[in-house]
C-alpha cells in the first residue's frame, strides 16, 4: 500500500515537533489526529518510524531515512505548486539563526534573495535553540561557533567582533569618569556568552535595564538609558549610537553557516546558501 501523503506531511510536522501537541498547534489540528497518521504511515511502509520517549518522540533510523524523502517530496510538492521559468530555483528553505543577527542583519537581506527568486520561499526562525538539521527543522543554519558533532558541513561567514555603544551625551558622560550603566541581558540570558563575560568585567556595575537578544538592547540603549555591549554590525548600524573605550572586550565570535551534508547537490539550498556567503563576503567590515 502506497503512503497517503497526507499521513507523511503530518509525519513531517512530528518529526520536526518532536511531540504530538506540538505538531498539531503547528498544524491546528489535534494530537489524535497526528498519532494515528502516524500509525497508518507506519502501517503502510511495514516499519517503525518513531519511538515514544519521555522527552518526546524519537526517530529510529527508519523514520531518519523516511524523513529525508519526505522532506524531497514537500519540496517538490511546493514546486509543483509554484510553476516557474525553467531553471528558475523554486521551493522552500528553512533557516535557523539567533534573533539579533536575524532582526538587526539577515532579515532584510534574506527578503532581497526571496525577491531576486520569485519561485523561492523562506523561512526564517530566529531562536536561542539550536534546531536539528538532521530532523528537517531547518535547511540551513546559522549559528555562532563550530558544531562538535553531526554530520554537516560548516562554512566560516564572519568574525564577530564586539564593542560598547552608547547615545553621544551618555558617552561624554562616561568619558569624563562617570560610572558606566549597561543595558545587557535579563536574567534568564545571565548564561550566555556576552552576559557572563559583562559580569565578570564589570562585577558591581549596574544593569539598568535587560532585554532578551541584542537587537533588542541596541533599541534600548539608543534612549540613552545605558552602554550596551554589542556585536559590530549592530552598534554601527544605529544613528543614534557611538563607540566608547571602556578598555578591554570579548574575543570576536566566529559566526559559522551549517548545511546537511547529503544536501550538497540540493541546488534549491545551494543557492540560498551560496547568496549567504557572497552576502557576508560583501559586508566584512560590518563585523570586524
Do not use: K
Amino acid at each position: 500500500m502506497s503512503p497517503d501523503w497526507e499521513d507523511v506531511r503530518l509525519f513531517l510536522a512530528l518529526a520536526r515537533e518532536g511531540s504530538l501537541s506540538a505538531a498539531a498547534r503547528r498544524l491546528g489540528g489535534n494530537h489524535a489526529t497526528i498519532a494515528r497518521r502516524l500509525r497508518a504511515l507506519e502501517d503502510s511502509l511495514g516499519e517503525t518510524l518513531a519511538e515514544r520517549r519521555a522527552q518526546g518522540y524519537v526517530l529510529t533510523a527508519a523514520g531518519l531515512r523516511v524523513l529525508d524523502a519526505a522532506h524531497g517530496m514537500e519540496s517538490e510538492a511546493r514546486r509543483l505548486a509554484r510553476p516557474e521559468e525553467e531553471g528558475a530555483p523554486a521551493g522552500l528553505v528553512r533557516i535557523n539563526a539567533p534573533p539579533a543577527l536575524s532582526a538587526g542583519f539577515l532579515t532584510e537581506r534574506l527578503a532581497r534573495i526571496a525577491l531576486r527568486h520569485p519561485g523561492l520561499d523562506i523561512d526564517l526562525a530566529a531562536e536561542m535553540r539550536a534546531v536539528s538539521l538532521e530532523r528537517h527543522e531547518a535547511d540551513i543554519a546559522i549559528r555562532l561557533g563550530r558544531p562538535e558533532d553531526g554530520d554537516v558541513i560548516a562554512r566560516p561567514l564572519a568574525q564577530m567582533g564586539f564593542g560598547f555603544y552608547g547615545t553621544e551625551a551618555l558617552c561624554q558622560r562616561v568619558e569624563q569618569g562617570a560610572e558606566p550603566v549597561f543595558v545587557g541581558f535579563d536574567e534568564s540570558g545571565a548564561y550566555l556568552t556576552e552576559a557572563a563575560w559583562l559580569s565578570r568585567r564589570f562585577p558591581r556595575a549596574r544593569r539598568v535595564f535587560g532585554m532578551g537578544h541584542q537587537f533588542a538592547q541596541a533599541i534600548a540603549a539608543r534612549s540613552g538609558i545605558g552602554i550596551a555591549l554589542l556585536p559590530h554590525y549592530l552598534g554601527r548600524a544605529e544613528p543614534g549610537l557611538r563607540p566608547v573605550d571602556l578598555g578591554d572586550v570579548p574575543p570576536a565570535r566566529e559566526i559559522v553557516m551549517l548545511t546537511r551534508r547529503r544536501d550538497r547537490g540540493h541546488r534549491i539550498i545551494g543557492t540560498v546558501a551560496d547568496d549567504i556567503r557572497a552576502i557576508f563576503e560583501a559586508e566584512q567590515s560590518l563585523f570586524a
